[in-house]
């Protein structure tokens, strides 16, 4: 019975547009970033591979203790999001192995403690730790931002992060608000991403040795031909009126926002703080066999993998991460990057992410969504003081 309603769910799904926006204009744009990527050096001079570097430890602190814990209180700080899974814990055991002291961020404490002791197994010298947080809510970013903050005084370490991995993200197929109003893909793929960026941008300003944003797209951003950055859209509330939902086109949507936000942070911040700048990457890791098309009908995602297989186009998660961590670990001085394909290359986004008006529009709404958030999280947190 059950393999029957599966079978009708997959029936069901395939005569929807999204399907065939998946998997017709998905492919096209997976094909065309690697057409980019071999075919740039003919039309650019421009340098497009860049070298992984070394990590440096940070420089000793004044009140240097002589517990064991001095080691681990000098290597520079990396968080991931969505690192219970997938490309997330493979970045994980790879920075591990660089010199990071890796934060998991991620919904599950369940999953977080399994992929934590998985991780111990394989390296007993980790040094991790895990941290609750749901992107989709505004209130769980800043209570792990809080404990965050609380866990480095704790544990004596330096009051910075070296490195943010924005790398959570949902493929959702059904319709629905998260808990502060948003569509919970845009609020999941974008909202969070900028809000948990914003709350951890004094930390990242704050390190001793440069430090570094990167925030993971995904070249579906490509099939985006216009977009109006206005409250309605970059909540998705506007998509509420669509007859049949559109998850394709709001996941195209949300990470075109990634990118246009990656690249006005990157502006931003090498206008302002010159001497020192955080620098900004976005990355895409291609197509990697993952949980992220974990709501779709099983029949529809294993024929997905199955044709991605068949093109060549179906990556390990050893080979997409390696993305991921060359955005990581490219040079200090570079920013404002779109890393694709490995081996340390980079590519060209589309067009409509380069737009910097479009950017700005995206910014100036976004830091009102997060001003809102700000202000009602601080009007409840006053409300909850006066009851206790």
Same mark, same amino acid.
């Given at each position: 019975?059950?393999?029957?309603?599966?079978?009708?769910?997959?029936?069901?799904?395939?005569?929807?547009?999204?399907?065939?926006?998946?998997?017709?204009?998905?492919?096209?744009?997976?094909?065309?970033?690697?057409?980019?990527?071999?075919?740039?050096?003919?039309?650019?001079?421009?340098?497009?591979?860049?070298?992984?570097?070394?990590?440096?430890?940070?420089?000793?602190?004044?009140?240097?203790?002589?517990?064991?814990?001095?080691?681990?209180?000098?290597?520079?700080i990396?968080?991931?999001?969505?690192?219970?899974?997938?490309?997330?814990?493979?970045?994980?055991?790879?920075?591990?192995?660089?010199?990071?002291?890796?934060?998991?961020?991620? =919904?599950?404490?369940?999953? +977080?403690s399994?992929?934590?002791?998985?991780?111990?197994?394989?390296?007993?010298?980790?040094?991790?730790?895990?941290?609750?947080?749901?992107?989709?809510?505004?209130?769980?970013?800043?209570?792990?931002?809080?404990?965050? @903050?609380?866990?480095l005084?704790?544990?004596?370490?330096?009051?910075?992060? /070296?490195? &943010?991995?924005?790398?959570?993200?949902? +493929?959702?197929?059904?319709?629905?608000?998260?808990?502060?109003?948003?569509?919970?893909?845009?609020?999941?793929?974008?909202?969070?991403?900028?809000? +948990?960026?914003?709350?951890?941008?004094?930390?990242?300003?704050?390190?001793?040795?440069?430090?570094?944003?990167?925030?993971?797209?995904?070249?579906?951003?490509?099939?985006?031909?216009?977009?109006?950055?206005? /409250?309605?859209?970059?909540?998705?509330?506007?998509?509420?009126e669509?007859?049949?939902?559109?998850?394709?086109?709001?996941?195209e949507?949300?990470?075109?926002? $990634?990118?246009?936000?990656?690249?006005?942070?990157?502006?931003?911040?090498?206008?302002?703080?010159?001497?020192?700048? $955080?620098?900004? *990457?976005?990355?895409?890791?291609?197509? $990697?066999?993952?949980?992220? *098309?974990?709501?779709?009908?099983?029949?529809?995602?294993?024929?997905?993998?199955a044709?991605?297989?068949?093109?060549?186009?179906?990556?390990?998660? =050893?080979?997409?991460?390696?993305?991921?961590?060359?955005?990581?670990?490219?040079?200090?001085?570079?920013?404002? &990057?779109?890393?694709?394909?490995?081996?340390?290359?980079?590519? #060209?986004?589309?067009?409509?992410?380069?737009?910097?008006?479009?950017?700005?529009?995206?910014?100036?709404?976004s830091?009102?969504?997060?001003? #809102?958030?700000?202000?009602?999280?601080?009007?409840?947190?006053v409300?909850? @003081?006066?009851? #206790?």
């Amino acid at each position: 019975m059950t393999l029957v309603k599966e079978l009708m769910e997959a029936i069901h799904f395939a005569c929807t547009f999204s399907f065939w926006r998946m998997g017709i204009l998905w492919t096209f744009a997976l094909l065309y970033s690697y057409i980019k990527l071999r075919t740039q050096n003919i039309f650019t001079r421009k340098k497009t591979t860049y070298h992984r570097s070394a990590v440096s430890p940070l420089p000793p602190m004044a009140s240097s203790s002589t517990s064991g814990k001095t080691f681990g209180r000098r290597l520079p700080i990396c968080i991931i999001t969505g690192g219970t899974s997938g490309l997330g814990a493979a970045a994980a055991l790879a920075l591990l192995k660089e010199g990071f002291f890796v934060v998991l961020a991620g =919904r599950s404490s369940h999953k +977080l403690s399994k992929v934590i002791s998985d991780i111990r197994r394989k390296n007993k010298e980790a040094h991790l730790e895990g941290f609750k947080v749901d992107l989709s809510s505004f209130s769980s970013i800043m209570k792990f931002k809080n404990s965050l @903050e609380k866990w480095l005084l704790d544990s004596d370490m330096h009051q910075s992060v /070296q490195l &943010l991995i924005n790398n959570a993200g949902i +493929l959702a197929t059904t319709s629905q608000l998260t808990n502060d109003g948003h569509e919970r893909m845009m609020g999941t793929n974008y909202i969070g991403p900028f809000s +948990l960026t914003q709350v951890l941008l004094p930390l990242l300003k704050n390190s001793p040795v440069p430090s570094r944003i990167v925030n993971v797209s995904s070249f579906t951003h490509r099939n985006v031909s216009s977009f109006r950055p206005d /409250q309605e859209t970059v909540s998705g509330r506007s998509f509420s009126e669509y007859k049949n939902y559109p998850c394709a086109e709001i996941y195209e949507y949300s990470k075109l926002c $990634v990118l246009l936000f990656s690249y006005e942070l990157h502006r931003q911040l090498h206008l302002t703080d010159g001497s020192q700048p $955080v620098s900004v *990457m976005a990355v895409d890791p291609g197509a $990697v066999k993952t949980n992220i *098309m974990r709501e779709l009908p099983w029949f529809i995602s294993q024929a997905a993998f199955a044709s991605l297989w068949f093109l060549g186009l179906l990556q390990s998660r =050893r080979v997409g991460v390696s993305s991921t961590l060359d955005a990581a670990l490219a040079p200090p001085e570079t920013s404002g &990057l779109y890393f694709f394909g490995g081996n340390g290359r980079t590519v #060209d986004s589309s067009a409509l992410s380069y737009n910097i008006k479009l950017s700005r529009e995206l910014w100036a709404t976004s830091c009102d969504i997060f001003q #809102d958030s700000l202000l009602i999280y601080n009007r409840d947190s006053v409300s909850s @003081e006066k009851a #206790d």
